[in-house]
């Protein structure tokens, strides 16, 4: 009896070890290549090789250590998001108790915009964001403005034009993201979105209004001022008030930006610059005289802003051509002189009327032949 028990335990082990030896081994991953070498947060990432998947066996991939989500998974591809806040490393595929790995893929760092330029504009302006690992790709990147999509024109690595969208507050925060990352934003980084039309009785309202304006230069102690300063500062603010009518031409790159109207001047405790301010800025408004000082060539917007001298005037004279309106300096110093332009003109690109007073905003600043007036 012990010998039969004997034989029949030595045949159950016998089938134990052929069953063994029969199952099939368990194929091993592996990785041949990768979509691309370098990589961001929130980017899809693919890997393509073999045994990718296996029946039963749940995958896991890691990259930089870091668990990667599965977009989609098959025997010969491996679709992943790239997780946040990780480094370049390399690539990590477990399958049950099988590992393959891929030596490195690079990671840049996250998206970041630091400056926009200029910091005002209308709808539909063009305007250059500066920043660092932005990409090459518009379609990967996104920007927002006040939450608003942007149209992205172009983009490298440090730099991205957009166009300014409507529909967002006078003062509108900038968001961006890349691929599918995380959305950053920084504290302060805004775009003053200037509405095209703004009700003023006076260029002051309009600039107060106005949210690519900043007045705060134009804060000033008026009983420290010199007499020829507190007169200069009296006129001045007629101007601005609409107490005598006036055209102020503003260069559209600094366009309403108290950094070049206001600013602290020269002279000890004046603070307005009035020499810039004055020189070229705001011009008093007369009727043209129709007389041979203007040629036939000019239109009748003329500006007297001097009247000195034996016949000497200087006059800023607006005229069409070239499908626009364009301003231009001129001196004339006699009736028998020929009329001399001075500096290139400009073209007006838009006009506000403010009350009895009127601002074109110009492409560029204007060249005057006798100092201020």
């Known amino acids: 009896m012990r010998i039969v028990y004997t034989v029949i335990i030595l045949g159950i082990m016998a089938s134990c070890r052929k069953d063994k030896e029969e199952a099939p081994a368990l194929p091993s991953p592996e990785i041949t290549a990768i979509s691309r070498e370098t990589v961001q947060s929130g980017d899809t990432l693919e890997l393509s090789g073999k045994n990718l998947q296996l029946p039963n066996y749940t995958t896991e991939v890691f990259i930089s250590d870091h668990p990667a989500r599965i977009l989609n998974q098959s025997d010969t ?95 509108a925060a900038l968001s961006w993201q890349t691929y599918n990352g995380p959305k950053y934003r920084q504290d302060g980084l805004t775009v003053a979105v200037r509405p095209v039309n703004i009700a003023a009785n006076n260029i002051l309202e309009y600039l107060q209004k106005d949210p690519g304006m900043d007045l705060t230069g134009a804060v000033m102690d008026y009983m420290s001022l010199t007499p020829a300063n507190k007169s200069l500062n009296d006129t001045l603010r007629q101007y601005l008030t609409g107490q005598i009518p006036c055209i102020m031409f503003l ?65 800023i004279v607006i005229r069409e051509g070239n499908g626009g309106r364009y301003v231009l300096s001129t001196l004339n110093t006699g009736a028998d002189q020929p009329i001399q332009e001075f500096g290139q003109q400009r073209h007006i690109i838009r006009k506000h009327r403010c009350g009895n007073s009127i601002i074109y905003e110009i492409d560029g600043p204007m060249t005057y032949p006798i100092g201020n007036w």
């Open 251 to 315: 260069p559209n790159n600094i366009a309403m930006n108290a950094i070049g109207i206001y600013q602290y001047s020269d002279a000890p405790n004046a603070g307005f610059n009035f020499n810039a301010l004055l020189n070229g800025v705001l011009k008093r408004t007369t009727e043209p005289e129709p007389d041979k000082l203007y040629p036939s060539e000019y239109t009748n917007y003329v500006y007297e802003y001097f009247d000195g001298f034996p016949d000497w005037h200087a006059f």
């Open 77 to 171: 591809k491996l679709q992943l998001l790239v997780p946040e806040k990780i480094f370049t490393g390399n690539i990590v595929v477990h399958i049950g108790p099988q590992t393959t790995q891929w030596p490195e893929v690079k990671v840049i760092g996250s998206p970041k915009i630091k400056t926009a330029n200029p910091r005002y504009a209308y709808a539909g302006d063009t305007i250059l964001l500066t920043g660092e690992n932005l990409g090459y790709d518009a379609a990967a990147l996104k920007v927002w403005l006040d939450g608003v999509p942007v149209t992205i024109t172009a983009v490298k690595p440090d730099t991205a034009r957009i166009v300014i969208p409507t529909g967002t507050g006078l003062h």
